[in-house]
């Protein structure tokens, strides 16, 4: 199979206008303020090596609650270990709790000053609730205008602090809506999707709505493959993991044995299985994953073998068994 250390991980165009990204990025949600700084460095630069550039990086601190530092720590990893900065792309988050009180530009020059860089390649708007949309007729003063969104997105492209943007959960309709206000003001539009993805839950990525999106241009990242280590084995996870859509987390919680046997028939990791499911839809730009250790790192990279091994169709069908989502969640998104 060749040697995982060795392996250079592929890149694929990201949308119809975005860059070439690695096929699987390195996130950071509250990561690398849990690891030693030396074997934060020693990681980040070994996944440079191993061909990933893209990283994915946002200020998580909440007003009122205790402050993290895993997006500073990032500008000290990147220093340390040597790279400049055209030898990685990063992402950034922006949230849209408190918009449009809190203006865009503003959140995006806090997070670059936070992450020592001046500007970010990639910035995922987080997840959205309510959306206002006045040519549709649809939601109240309260929602996010989707217009006004979409025109400061297209200044901040204008103006270089971005270089494309996407999306975070997003529900089908509300990405149709704000790419039709971004083209009308001058940008290309969402490239890309953050989406929960893994062999328990599919039923957003692979319904029919995100199918018609994909087939116009936009791609997807896989995020939250692992459901917070659980499908790797961590059954009861003691940190904060993500949201449960369509409460499945249990059910998700029983498949994991069963997708540790399909791992173990394939002579593979159950985070190499996941790894490798996410890889095989044909929208996915990237794998998103978060690591610790280097050997987490190494062993995820081991999943683009075994898709090549193992091919996608087969290893689609061997987890079927497993999706445990489908009549739960509506295929159109949140």
């Given at each position: ?280 839809h044909p929208a996915t730009a990237s794998v998103l994953f978060g690591a610790t250790r280097r050997e987490q790192l190494v062993d995820n990279v081991g999943g683009l073998r075994l898709l090549d091994r193992v091919g996608a169709s087969a290893l689609r069908a061997r987890l ?15």
């Amino acid at each position: 199979m060749g040697d995982i250390d060795s392996m250079t991980v592929p890149r694929r165009r990201l949308g119809v206008e975005g860059p070439y990204v690695s096929a699987l990025s390195l996130g950071s949600w509250h990561t690398y303020d849990r690891m030693d700084f030396h074997d934060a460095v020693d990681m980040v630069s070994h996944a440079v090596e191993l061909g990933i550039n893209l990283f994915d990086v946002a200020v998580y601190g909440i007003p009122g609650q205790k402050q993290v530092f895993t997006d500073v720590l990032f500008s000290a990893i990147v220093r340390a270990a040597g790279l400049a900065r055209e030898e990685y792309l990063l992402s950034t988050k922006v949230w849209l709790e408190g918009y449009p009180a809190r203006p865009l530009r503003e959140q995006v020059e806090r997070a670059m000053f936070r992450a020592g860089t001046e500007y970010a390649d990639l910035a995922i708007l987080g997840d959205i609730r309510d959306i206002r949309d006045d040519a549709q007729g649809a939601g109240d003063g309260a929602a996010v205008d989707l217009e006004q969104l979409a025109g400061e997105l297209a200044e901040l492209e204008e103006s270089g602090l971005i270089g494309h943007w996407g999306v975070n959960n997003w529900s089908a309709q509300a990405i149709t809506t704000i790419r039709r206000h971004a083209v009308e003001a001058g940008s290309a539009g969402p490239q890309v999707a953050q989406l929960k993805y893994s062999p328990c839950r599919r039923a957003i990525a692979d319904g029919a709505p995100f199918a018609e999106l994909f087939s116009a241009g936009l791609s997807m990242q896989a995020s939250d493959v692992l459901e917070g280590g659980i499908l790797a084995g961590k059954v009861a996870p003691t940190r904060e993991i993500g949201r449960d859509p369509g409460g499945v987390r249990e059910r998700i919680i029983a498949s994991a044995p069963g997708i540790a046997a399909v791992a173990a028939e394939l002579d593979a990791s159950a985070a190499q299985v996941c790894v490798a499911f996410a890889l095989s839809h044909p929208a996915t730009a990237s794998v998103l994953f978060g690591a610790t250790r280097r050997e987490q790192l190494v062993d995820n990279v081991g999943g683009l073998r075994l898709l090549d091994r193992v091919g996608a169709s087969a290893l689609r069908a061997r987890l079927v068994p497993f999706f445990a989502d489908g009549g739960v969640v509506d295929p159109s998104g949140p």
